[in-house]
């Protein structure tokens, strides 16, 4: 009996083991069936990379441990940690894992158009860290807010345009919302085109013919096809009314510009801000006139909510918001006190003549003097008017023309971006001041900003035009290639890959643009003006002759060597575009008419500008018999030569 029992026992343990097991896996797979899937990798994902300022963003986690709390913070681009529920509080969100290792939540992003850009023009990347309870970060995502200006266009040789970076809103013209790390074509525009610029979500093209054609953006009329679409056009829409006609162009943060041939202004797209200039906060679709500039517009520079008009004696003017002293007026303006915002075009201070070039970021705006000069204003929190200082007490700006340190002579063009300038110098130098969050300022480094103009890393020559965008900067050489700078995360640099790996996300040093090594023309908003610009030679004046005259002087007098140099129709001043010292070559003489010297000089032989030219005395050899060639030569490569027979 007791044997019978060890049997039954034996087989009835064997039987009621394999119940156990099937009951067991029947009752964890219908508790979890991808239980399995718990304390995989960690991975932060969201619906998609970027988002208007008032969008909800989809945070999801999978691949965590199940049944676990983790704190979720997200800092935004200006520091701050808020959480992830978009009440405003401060700090991180606390979720617990499903069964499966996942959790969701959703982080709105608070603000309005308007309030989204009081200062910042554009905000950035938003950092999505995840950690456990030892507060070990375990995961980590990002997302961007847009709209934002986060690409790049070239206009090419043959007078094609390019883009690469974002392609949220259709920014790129090649009929897709897609990113690109490479430069694409602009759909319809691989020739024809003399001009582009690029505003933080849209872009515009002045054609051969002088018709404007625009992409990207158009929720509030931007693109001046009669219509508003959302997200956007992505490929270029022809502009009502400006077939023809148009001279030169500018787009800003929701709104574009142009100049007529006759002199006119024109804008359209928003208007909150009366960045239109017509008195009217009513924004329009279709082009409509800027008050009282009707002619004798040079240029027209958008910023994001301001606009400024260079007149053609000099003068500058500028409207629109005023809150940091966008204007230039001397006078700060609340959007929330009437009238709100500077309705018409007023003259900027100090600055009714004498201006060769303007340039506006978001909200700051620069000028080039035709002295050499750069005068900026506007925000300065971040140090963007190179004065050596950082205001960083309300209201944040300084609402009158200050002059950037080191460059009171000596520069060529200027270009802004939303916290941060750049400079070309005559001898093809760059330059760049304000923030440096992400390497816009092309140092190496990553740091708060300078105050003051820091050279770029590698391009202390040959430069030829700077362009700048939020936070990336790019520059043409004069051997027609292009380099960029600073913010990558949507492949806005162009050199084939995208920075999103780690904070932040971003390039210090100039990098190559992908198949751009040669035969580029422009980048977007400006022109090359120098060295690549030829600068021409007004001749030498009295009492020195050209045109193969032999000048015949006393040996050992002191001869002045007067002459001019434009660019253009802009006069240059600065002694440095001049190699020196200027170069006496002995040359055998060999007749031909002369002429008689009758002037002389005396005083110091250093080179210098007075009197409306370039002055050089050349103090002669006591050679009787003797002939030489002075020569002037620029730092562009321009010489101009005279011939010298000494009595």
């Avoid at 995502?141 to 040789?157: E, I, N, Q, V, Y």
């Avoid at 007149?311 to 609340?334: L, P």
């Avoid at 960083?392 to 971006?417: C, D, E, R």
């Avoid at 977007?524 to 030498?540: H, K, L, N, Q, V």
Wanted: hydrophobic share 35%.
């Amino acid at each position: 009996m007791a044997k019978n029992r060890a049997a039954f026992s034996n087989r009835d343990r064997a039987i009621w083991f394999v119940v156990f097991l099937i009951g067991l896996a029947f009752v964890l797979g219908s508790r979890n069936p991808a239980h399995a899937a718990c304390g995989g990798s960690p991975v932060i994902v969201t619906d998609k990379p970027d988002y208007a300022p008032t969008e909800t963003v989809a945070i999801s986690g999978t691949g965590f441990n199940c049944g676990e709390a983790f704190s979720v913070l997200v800092t935004a681009p200006d520091g701050s940690t808020r959480s992830g529920d978009g009440t405003g509080a401060a700090g991180p969100d606390t979720v617990v894992t499903d069964d499966n290792g996942t959790f969701s939540l959703s982080y709105h992003l608070s603000g309005t158009l308007a309030d989204w850009s009081v200062y910042e023009g554009q905000l950035g990347i938003y950092q999505v860290e995840v950690r456990d309870g030892s507060g070990t970060v375990v995961a980590e995502g990002r997302f961007s807010d847009g709209p934002g200006s986060f690409s790049s266009c070239a206009l090419t040789a043959a007078g094609g345009v390019k883009c690469w970076g974002s392609g949220t809103y259709g920014l790129l013209g090649n009929g897709s919302f897609e990113h690109s790390a490479i430069p694409v074509d602009v759909i319809g525009l691989t020739s024809g085109v003399v001009q582009i610029t690029v505003g933080n979500i849209h872009a515009c093209a002045l054609t051969t013919a002088g018709s404007v054609k625009c992409w990207g953006a158009n929720f509030a009329g931007q693109l001046g096809n009669g219509t508003t679409t959302y997200p956007g056009i992505a490929s270029p829409v022809d502009v009502i009314g400006m077939s023809s006609g148009v001279a030169q162009i500018s787009a800003g943060g929701v709104h574009t510009c142009a100049v007529m041939t006759g002199g006119g202004a024109k804008c359209w797209g928003d208007n909150a801000f009366a960045q239109f200039g017509n008195g009217t906060f009513t924004g329009s679709a279709t082009p409509v006139d800027v008050s009282g500039l009707t002619s004798g517009v040079a240029q027209i520079s958008a910023g994001f909510w301001h606009t400024c008009a260079l007149t053609t004696v000099g003068g500058i003017k500028c409207w629109g918001r005023n809150e940091v002293g966008q204007s230039g007026n001397g006078r700060f303006t609340s959007y929330w006190t009437p009238p709100r915002a500077v309705t018409t075009p007023e003259d900027v201070t100090t600055l009714t003549s004498g201006v060769a070039h303007i340039a506006s970021g978001s909200n700051h705006t620069c000028a080039l003097t035709t002295a050499g000069a750069v005068m900026c204003w506007g925000s300065n929190g971040a140090g963007e008017l190179g004065n050596g200082t950082f205001t960083t007490t309300y209201p944040g700006g300084i609402s009158t023309p200050v002059a950037v340190q080191g460059l009171t002579s000596g520069a060529a063009q200027v270009a802004a971006g939303a916290f941060h300038t750049c400079a070309v110098a005559i001898d093809g130098g760059a330059k760049c001041w304000g923030t440096n969050r992400v390497g816009e300022l092309g140092t190496g480094t990553f740091s708060f900003g300078s105050a003051v103009p820091v050279p770029v890393y590698g391009l202390t020559s040959g430069v030829a035009q700077v362009s700048l965008a939020d936070e990336h900067t790019c520059a043409l050489t004069t051997g027609g290639g292009v380099k960029c700078w600073g913010l990558n995360y949507h492949g806005e640099l162009g050199s084939g890959m995208f920075s999103t790996t780690a904070p932040p996300y971003s390039i210090a040093t100039p990098v190559d643009v992908f198949e751009l090594n040669s035969g580029v023309a422009a980048l977007w908003d400006g022109e090359p003006i120098s060295p690549a610009r030829s600068w021409t030679f007004s001749g030498f004046y009295h009492p020195v002759e050209m045109a193969g005259v032999v000048n015949t002087v006393k040996g050992g007098s002191t001869v002045p060597i007067k002459f001019q140099v434009f660019a253009g129709a802009t006069e240059l001043t600065d002694p440095a575009i001049v190699l020196q010292p200027l170069t006496a070559t002995q040359t055998a003489c060999s007749g031909g008419t002369t002429d008689t010297v009758e002037l002389t000089a005396t005083g110091g032989t250093s080179l210098r500008y007075g009197g409306g030219h370039f002055i050089f005395n050349w103090k002669t050899p006591k050679m009787p018999g003797y002939c030489y060639t002075i020569t002037v030569a620029l730092t562009n490569g321009e010489s101009l030569s005279a011939n010298f027979e000494l009595r």
